[in-house]
Nanobody, 123 residues
């Protein structure tokens, strides 16, 4: 499975961006897809996850109500719509996929990672 993230860029506070994560290979069997982010000097943190079975979504408290994760199965693509962006959202955003059940909010357990896309929010 290969994941290709895109859509990052620079935006002013209050603006919006949509990240995309295109998957190729055996993506149809992925249990869950997730987005994580990592700011300079910080650990990688959970942002959002989509569990294919049951169409379940999880969000970090810091992005709840502002970000939306969605999946287009026909295109093997996961999106992260980010609205009302804040300077503290600035980070490199990574998409990931996991094949097995488990805690989707931790990086451990994810089997595949995209290369990351930089989001910069200016005040």
């Amino acid at each position: 499975v290969q994941l290709q993230a895109s859509g990052g860029g620079m935006v002013q506070a209050g603006g919006s961006l949509r990240l995309s994560c295109a998957g190729s290979g055996r993506t149809f069997s992925n249990y869950a897809m997730g987005w994580f982010r990592q700011a300079p000097g910080q650990e990688r943190e959970f942002v959002a996850a989509y569990i294919r079975s049951g169409n379940i979504r999880y969000y970090a408290d810091s992005v709840k109500g502002r970000f939306t994760i969605s999946r287009d199965n026909a295109r093997n693509t996961v999106y992260l719509q980010m609205n009302s962006l804040k300077p503290e959202d600035t980070a490199v955003y990574y998409c990931a996929a996991r094949d097995t059940m488990g805690d989707v909010t931790t990086p451990a357990g994810y089997d595949y990672w995209g290369q990351g896309t930089l989001v910069t929010v200016s005040s």
